[in-house]
Each structure stands twice: as structure tokens, then as C-alpha cells.
């Protein structure tokens, strides 16, 4: 069974970056949807961004133009750049994975696999 491993938060001021990165073992990554969600205290996990097995990529609006979903198939990893970034991205970024041609970008649900997490802040 796939694995996903995150890394690469912490905390930034805004308008600064950060890259997150996704180490996925167990199976080729190109076998599977990749997405990143973001989950806060109190709120449904929320989906930012999603990366097709054919290599298409899918945004939320909140953070298109300001995030960019990439794969290294080589490596096996998934990466969230993230620019410009605002308070209110501040969360737990959470990668996930699935085989299945039902990957909607924003449906926690469509996704069986998921990383351990990793805290992302965001202070003004």
C-alpha cells in the first residue's frame, strides 16, 4: 500500500514561501491522483490542489496563481509551492493519494490515502 511522507512546513511571515514536499513509497507516484489539502481547527479539511496521474493539475481558487502542485516521478514526490502566502493559510497541510479516476480536487473523501501531516504558519 502507498505511503505519503510531508515536509517542509513551518512558519513564515506573509508574503513570503514555502515548499512542501510529499515522499511517496510503496508504489510508482504516477499511478496515482495526488492533491494537497488544508485542514484548520474547527473546519472541514479543504482542498488546495490536485495533480492527475496524466500530470493535469486542478486549483482551489483561494490559492490560484499564488500555489503551484508539481511531481518528480524520479524522486517519487510530490511538492506545494506556495507564494505570496497570508494569515489565512496558516493549517495543517495534509498530502493524499488515490488509484482511482474519481479525484476531485475539493472531496477529502475521494482520497484513501493520507500523510501524517505537516503545520504550516502564516503571521502578519
Known amino acids: 500500500q502507498v505511503q505519503l511522507v510531508e515536509s517542509g512546513g513551518g512558519s513564515v511571515q506573509a508574503g513570503g514561501s514555502l515548499r512542501l514536499s510529499c515522499v511517496v513509497s510503496?508504489?510508482?507516484?504516477?499511478?496515482?491522483?495526488l492533491a494537497w489539502f488544508r485542514q484548520v481547527p474547527g473546519k472541514e479539511r479543504e482542498g488546495l490542489a490536485k495533480?492527475?496521474?496524466?500530470?493535469?493539475?486542478a486549483y482551489a481558487d483561494g490559492v490560484k496563481g499564488r500555489f503551484t502542485i508539481s511531481r518528480d516521478t524520479a524522486k517519487n514526490t510530490l511538492y506545494l509551492q506556495m507564494d505570496n502566502l497570508r494569515p489565512e493559510d496558516t493549517g495543517v497541510y495534509y498530502c493524499a493519494a488515490t488509484a482511482s479516476a474519481v479525484c476531485r480536487t475539493g472531496v477529502p473523501s475521494d482520497f484513501g490515502t493520507w500523510g501524517q501531516g505537516t503545520q504550516v504558519t502564516v503571521s502578519s
Open positions: 495533480i492527475r496521474q496524466l500530470g493535469n493539475t
Open positions: 510503496g508504489d510508482r507516484l504516477r499511478e496515482y491522483c
